[in-house]
């Protein structure tokens, strides 16, 4: 079984991403060579809504009760992804299929949500200390 290669890349003066395959480079080829878009890939693994996870998303799972990053990483173990605490930016977990993930939002576009005392209903911080908003 083979994964299929699928990437996206943020557009800030679009405020959304566009997505692509391997030899779909009409719109997006302008942007893969700008530091400021950075490129991320499909994981080859849905959400519990059947939603793709994307390097960079921010996930909920069944272990923690507050949103972590998917990053790429390669140590000593080998090459995995990994989950990411936004707080403190450590290496959290490695991800997963025995997890129920559920996407949240991405690094682009946050989940911080105010109530109405200005603190983060998703992370219970202050707007203003939010680890999402760094």
């Known amino acids: ?15 959304k991403f566009t997505h692509f395959q391997l030899g779909d480079f009409d719109y997006s080829d302008r942007y893969l060579h700008q530091h400021e878009y950075p490129v991320q890939q499909f994981i080859g693994v849905c959400d519990k809504n059947g939603k793709e996870i994307y390097e960079g998303d921010l996930v909920n799972f069944s ?23 936004p707080k403190d930016d450590t290496w959290g977990y490695k991800l997963s299929t ?20 200005g603190e983060c209903m998703v992370c219970d911080c202050w707007l203003s200390d939010c680890p999402l908003r760094k």
């Open 98 to 117: 025995d997890n129920e993930y559920e996407v949240v939002g991405n690094i682009f576009e946050l989940p911080c949500k105010p109530d109405h005392n």
């Open 1 to 15: 079984m083979s994964r299929q290669l699928k990437f996206r890349v943020y557009i800030p003066d679009h405020e």
């Open 63 to 85: 272990e923690e009760d507050k949103p972590f990053e998917v990053r790429y990483c390669v140590d000593s173990e080998g090459a995995y992804y990994g989950l990411i605490d």
